[in-house]
């Protein structure tokens, strides 16, 4: 069992920056997968980003050139750097850890809200 913790979350204008971090309670190493996924209010959970265990990643559309996700395994915790952030960006934002056997774990959930 894997717990996950987000943090860095808050009230952002446009235009500004947040840096998220999901701390692990074990190791991250083996997971093949680290991401982040956002939920707005009435819209179904999207990937935000995700990072594969060889340091391979992927973003949606929507934030490329904006966010970069990076995993330190020797901390057991992953970021999410958010730059230039858009009122469309408002969402809870949630860590996931997917493992090479078994279902993936989540976290609680951070709430970023941009204001225009």
């Known amino acids: 069992q894997v717990q996950l913790v987000e943090s860095g979350g808050g009230l952002v204008q446009a235009g500004g920056s947040l840096r998220l971090s999901c701390a692990a309670s074990a190791s991250i190493s083996a997971m093949k997968t680290m991401g982040w996924y956002r939920q707005a209010p009435g819209k179904q959970r999207e990937l935000v980003a995700v990072v594969a265990r060889g340091g391979s990643t992927s973003y949606a559309d929507s934030v490329k050139g904006r966010f970069t996700i990076s995993r330190d395994n020797a901390e057991n915790t992953v970021y999410l750097q958010m730059n230039s952030l858009k009122p469309e960006d408002t969402a809870v934002y949630y860590c996931?850890?997917?493992?090479?056997?078994?279902?993936?774990?989540w976290g609680q959930g951070t709430q970023v809200t941009v204001s225009s």
């Open positions: 996931n850890a997917d493992p090479i056997v078994g279902w993936a774990y």
